[in-house]
């Protein structure tokens, strides 16, 4: 099998970050995107070999496909191009990471685990900051207590920014309910109405219940049946929000999302690196079996750094031959232990 890692959508703010960290690691990864121009730009700047196609397009994407061992799929939204990408490496048995945060995507993909194990491939979603420290995390807890029923989970940036593409995934989501889980299924209410104070550790902040891919991800991990995932904010920002529910039906609508997603497109990509090496994130997370409680606290660099790191690091080890076929989650692949490998990640 050839051993080229392949790094799609590498062009944008995250795949540029990843390829980079390719780089430094002495690993020259066959890159490719739907932009011919930006492409072929960023793939002269550091004499890479590089394709140009649609994700769609299965012909294209499964001869570029054939020329790796492991793809990083980078182009999201993932809810409308990780199935594509998915049913193109099970028909070219090339493994399978990607850096969503979206649990519509981890359920999606979940679905071909069985035929996964019949190629012999992998198929690892999330291998960035969604969802490899907060997966690492709910492991930690739950191995600290094996019956737990409960498990709440949180982050929060200190000094980070978005990128444009996470921008665009938050976009697709407007108008949308809080996705949480409980007795195993999914439920969902309205944004805002959850809202707790977390003591991160060094300090304490008013959080808010999201959607999150944990809520797919830490139940494939632990099993535990009611998960919530929540984040940092402000109570100006939670005010907002609340007063936001009133518009749903604004948000939900195809054109207001288009007219925000040309909007985003005019924004700079992404945090500047002096940012992102300044910028730091704290997670927290709460276990209980009805009786007892454990918690437990993370800190990591920023997020967008630690994709890089955490992504390339995972697609390393499959390349070494480190694997286990199948869909897996980022802790039951590689353990509880996966994200102290990581420079700068440390237990509070």
Not at 114 to 129: D, R, S, V
Not at 197 to 222: L, N
Not at 325 to 342: D, R, V
């Amino acid at each position: 099998m050839n051993k080229n890692l392949l790094i799609y959508g590498a062009y944008g703010y995250t795949g540029r970050l990843i390829v980079e960290e390719c780089l430094k690691n002495g690993i020259k990864p066959i890159i490719a995107g739907r932009d011919a121009e930006k492409t072929m730009t960023y793939a002269k700047k550091h004499e890479l070999e590089y394709d140009v196609f649609e994700v769609s397009d299965r012909k294209k994407l499964e001869n570029w496909l054939k020329r790796g061992e492991v793809v990083v799929h980078c182009a999201g939204p993932f809810i409308h191009t990780a199935k594509s990408m998915v049913q193109g490496c099970l028909a070219t048995n090339t493994h399978y990471l990607d850096i969503t945060g979206e649990f519509q995507v981890f359920d999606l993909i979940k679905e071909y685990g069985e035929k996964a194990k019949e190629k012999g491939i992998m198929l690892l979603p999330g291998t960035g900051f969604d969802v490899v420290p907060s997966d690492c995390l709910a492991k930690h807890l739950h191995n600290k207590m094996p019956n737990a029923t409960d498990l709440k989970l949180a982050f929060v940036s200190k000094g980070g920014k978005l990128s444009r593409g996470t921008a665009k995934t938050m976009i697709e989501n407007l108008g949308e309910p809080q996705t949480l889980r409980r007795g195993g299924d999914y439920e969902g209410i309205p944004m805002g109405k959850s809202a707790i104070e977390i003591d991160y550790g060094p300090f304490k902040q008013i959080s808010m219940g999201i959607s999150w891919g944990d809520v797919s991800t830490a139940y494939f991990s632990t099993g535990i049946p009611n998960i919530e995932v929540f984040s940092g904010t402000t109570e100006q920002q939670l005010s907002k929000v609340k007063r936001a529910l009133r518009l749903s039906f604004m948000l939900r609508s195809r054109t207001i999302k288009n007219f925000l997603m040309r909007q985003m497109d005019k924004r700079s990509d992404g945090p500047e690196e002096e940012r992102r090496k300044e910028s730091v994130m704290y997670l927290w997370g709460k276990i209980s079996n009805g009786v007892t409680s454990e918690e437990a606290r993370l800190k990591t660099p920023n997020g967008y750094t630690l994709t890089a790191a955490s992504t390339v690091l995972i697609a390393q080890k499959i390349l070494n031959g480190n694997f286990t076929i199948g869909f897996q989650t980022p802790s039951i692949a590689y353990g509880e232990k996966l994200i102290l490998e990581i420079e700068g990640c440390e237990y509070l």
